[in-house]
């Protein structure tokens, strides 16, 4: 393979240059406005210092300036490092610390948070980013905003935020230099964060190649999709994550698609675009597709036209995929990948033969193998359970600045990713277990050891123990059980509202639980089963 991600906005407003690439409330971007609109940002940020190979920090929401700010980065040959703009300054700064990013381009209300970094992470570089120019002045009349005059003068306009570069004083200068030296496939394109099993930050370094690989496996995957003007995709996943950016950043762009943007999940205004542009993909998690088909029912509004839906990141009720698939006309089917794998590893066929309770069938130039869990270099016996180990070119070239944590996740090449499967006799992979104690909460990864961290500074807690309960609507749900000391006493209701001020909010406990107790193997670790139990003996006569 030869190329870069660049590529995928060049091929694209050649073959599309007038077709619709992005939509924002309505309001349409064509694919040749799209790469001019790169091109300009590629120019203002290197005017603004950034050169090839420095980490930019980009923390925004699904928007049209994320899309242009991605690809700009990307077209200097600079390194794009995701960040959930929900973040509390605690996690900014854990993040800042081990990618030291010198540039910034973060929406308006995160500002605050970066300028509040500690002064050995201070960001030379800190551009603003207002969403709302890029609505249609319809909607921007109905939230009651201030409208542009004509007359008004371009400083104006930009309304930037103290000590910042207003976005649109990177996107008003000239096209970069054509001459200006493109990516190299094996470049590195994206630092992708990923929750661990530490609860320290650990960037995977996902390199040109792995994600334009994942793109094109995944358009392999799902043949019945006609690329150009009519495939719509729908952005209802958050772009910051490996999971929406190669779904909608990359493979929705590669297919020529008109890329629907959503800043938040809301089933109403999915439904409304419904009725105009049906989703050709909609990438999804199982909470999402329960609230539409839900929504639907009550208002009476109709999914129907939605060819394809992917589920990823947490188990997919075949109960769910039944009444979806009866209103929308078109499937759903489930897939699985991690951050390290671009994401995408394994997806069902997008045809009757899909396995329901199954992650499906490894994508093409895939190779999986389940090994055995004390032993990864020994293959176990066909159909028994073991760990899932992986190699492709989507596979990540390891952990930023972590060489033993790199080293420790590979096996003779080979990446472990944790999870305990089993693969029957026509190849469908069904995860077993999980090695890793990721909790999966609404499709996210938490790590139970960073909310206990967080946890063990609150005044009168001695101990904490954080642990995942399953949750119909979620996957799971966040639980901690406390130790509380000797002579204090905690008030759990206040502990969660100090937990969310440190906190992004899908890691906060949705119960805190205080017991007498922490069941601990021999060498001191917490025994996080017998956890669960001692939680549910509390909370079963209190439902």
């Not at 790169?38 to 699904?62: C, F, M, T, Y």
């Not at 049209?64 to 490092?81: N, S």
């Not at 610390?97 to 030379?124: C, R």
């Not at 021999?522 to 996080?528: A, D, E, F, I, P």
Request: aromatic share 6%.
């Amino acid at each position: 393979m030869t190329g870069s991600l660049v590529d995928i906005i060049d091929e694209s407003a050649a073959r599309y240059p007038n077709a619709p690439a992005l939509q924002f409330f309505g309001r349409e971007t064509t694919y040749r406005q799209l790469r001019d609109q790169i091109e300009r940002a590629a120019e203002g940020l290197r005017q603004h210092g950034v050169k090839p190979g420095d980490p930019v920090a980009i923390s925004l929401p699904n928007c049209p300036q994320h899309i242009v700010a991605f690809y700009a980065v990307l077209r200097l040959g600079a390194v794009v490092v995701e960040h959930n703009p929900l973040y509390t300054r605690r996690e900014f700064a854990k993040q800042f610390a081990d990618h030291h990013a010198k540039h910034a381009i973060v929406w308006n209300k995160v500002v605050e948070h970066i300028q509040a970094l500690p002064p050995e992470l201070a960001v030379d570089t800190l551009i603003s980013v207002d969403v709302i120019p890029a609505m249609p002045l319809g909607t921007r009349l109905a939230l009651k905003l201030p409208v542009a005059k004509a007359r008004e003068s371009r400083d104006a306009l930009w309304s930037p935020v103290s000590g910042t570069i207003p976005w649109p004083k990177i996107t008003s200068a000239g096209p970069l230099p054509g001459s200006w030296a493109r990516p190299e496939t094996d470049d590195l394109a994206v630092i992708q964060y990923t929750s661990g099993t530490t609860g320290s930050p650990k960037g995977a370094e996902l390199t040109h190649r792995n994600l334009l690989s994942n793109a094109r496996q995944a358009q392999s995957w799902i043949p019945q999709i006609t690329p150009g003007e009519g495939c719509v995709v729908y952005a209802v996943l958050p772009m910051f994550h490996a999971y929406g950016l190669t779904l909608c950043l990359t493979f929705a762009m590669s297919l020529g698609a008109r890329l629907v943007l959503f800043p938040k999940f809301d089933p109403d205004m999915v439904l409304e675009v419904t009725k105009k542009h049906p989703a050709t993909l909609l990438p999804l998690v199982p909470p999402i597709a329960e609230r539409l088909v839900s929504r639907a029912a009550e208002t009476g509004a109709s999914l129907a036209g939605t060819q394809v839906a992917i589920s990823g990141a947490m188990a997919l009720p075949h109960s769910l995929v039944v009444p979806f698939e009866k209103a929308s006309g078109g499937y759903l089917v489930e897939g699985y990948g991690l951050s390290e794998c671009s994401p995408v590893i394994s997806v069902n066929p997008v045809a009757e033969n899909r396995k329901a309770g199954t992650i499906g069938l490894p994508l093409p130039g895939t190779e999986v193998r389940v090994v055995d869990q004390e032993d990864p270099t020994k293959d176990v016996e066909p159909g028994a359970p073991g760990e899932l180990v992986v190699r492709g070119p989507q596979v990540f070239r390891g952990y930023h600045g972590r060489p033993e944590e790199t080293a420790a996740s590979f096996v003779d090449g080979w990446y472990r990713t944790g999870d305990v499967v089993q693969i029957d006799e026509d190849g469908f992979v069904k995860i077993v277990d999980r090695i890793k104690e990721l909790i999966i909460t609404g499709g996210f990864n938490v790590a139970p050891t960073e909310v206990e961290h967080q946890l063990r500074d609150y005044p009168g807690v001695a101990d904490v123990a954080v642990v995942g309960l399953p949750d119909g609507h979620s996957g799971e749900q966040v639980v901690a059980a406390i130790i509380v000391e000797d002579g204090a006493t905690v008030d759990t209701d206040a502990m969660r509202a100090w937990a969310r001020d440190n906190l992004t909010p899908y890691k906060v406990p949705r119960r805190i639980v205080v017991v007498d107790e922490l069941p601990k193997s021999m060498l001191g670790k917490v025994l996080r089963r017998q956890v669960k139990e001692k939680v549910l003996e509390v909370l079963e006569p209190n439902s």
